[in-house]
């Protein structure tokens, strides 16, 4: 268990620190997802893994019997994947070990920022998140890998002591202008991928994200975006 002041890391990093292959996936989705390091898509493989992992347990306990106990972590784990916007209604434990790393990136708080609008680009929802621009109802919010929820999606907004909060604010109006010149993607298919067959998000999906991102500027590129 450890000693409580010194908890274990609950993420893992890849066996072979050199793949090529592996590297240029990562920077092609540190580039879509605006993500700061490689360490964050190894954090959201590592929910990833775990998920699959109580998934494939239920799955090999309910072939050998299923009892009450068994049917309620089932219910739980689909019912909290479910919550979090990664399945979609009436999913099965089939349906999770189908899900991959862009269904968990894609529900990251910085993602969904960028997805309802308020922010240029991924880079810039997250420097609004890291500096306090953000909050789901009244709570402020500055983690950017955060897991939202269906529920609090609908609460999500510009913190209300912000600056930002005020349409008129120079910075707002910038994000209105490039969003609105920008050539995006169905936004409202982006911000809740579904499983297609193999459960991956398609290929036109992927291209769409890709292209959105290509066509945002970065924060730095607006001006006040540090305000």
């Given at each position: ?69 068994i049917s309620r972590e089932k219910a739980d784990l689909i019912t909290s994947l479910h919550r979090r916007g990664l399945l ?140």
């Amino acid at each position: 268990m450890g000693h409580p002041k010194f908890s274990r890391r609950v993420w893992q990093g890849p066996k072979h620190p050199w793949q090529a292959e592996r590297i240029e996936e990562e920077r092609t989705l540190i580039f879509n997802y605006g993500l700061k390091n490689h360490r964050e898509i190894w954090k959201a493989r590592s929910k990833l893994r775990r998920w699959r992992s109580n998934a494939m347990k239920l799955i090999a306990t309910t072939d050998s019997g299923e009892d009450d106990h068994i049917s309620r972590e089932k219910a739980d784990l689909i019912t909290s994947l479910h919550r979090r916007g990664l399945l979609p209604e009436g999913a099965s434990l089939d349906d999770v070990l189908r899900l991959n790393v862009d269904h968990v990136l894609a529900r990251r708080l910085q993602s969904q920022v960028y997805y309802k609008g308020l922010a240029a680009s991924p880079k810039q929802a997250r420097q609004l998140l890291i500096h306090g621009h953000i909050s789901i109802g009244d709570q402020v919010m500055t983690v950017p890998g955060y897991i939202i929820t269906r529920e609090e999606e609908a609460a999500l907004q510009y913190n209300l002591s912000s600056e930002l909060a005020n349409d008129q604010h120079p910075l707002r109006q910038d994000i209105v202008s490039i969003r609105s010149k920008a050539d995006y993607a169905n936004e409202e298919e982006e911000s809740t991928l579904e499983l297609t067959n193999d459960g991956a998000p398609s290929a036109e999906e992927v291209q769409e994200l890709a292209e959105a991102v290509a066509a945002a500027p970065s924060s730095d590129d607006v001006s006040g975006g540090e305000s």
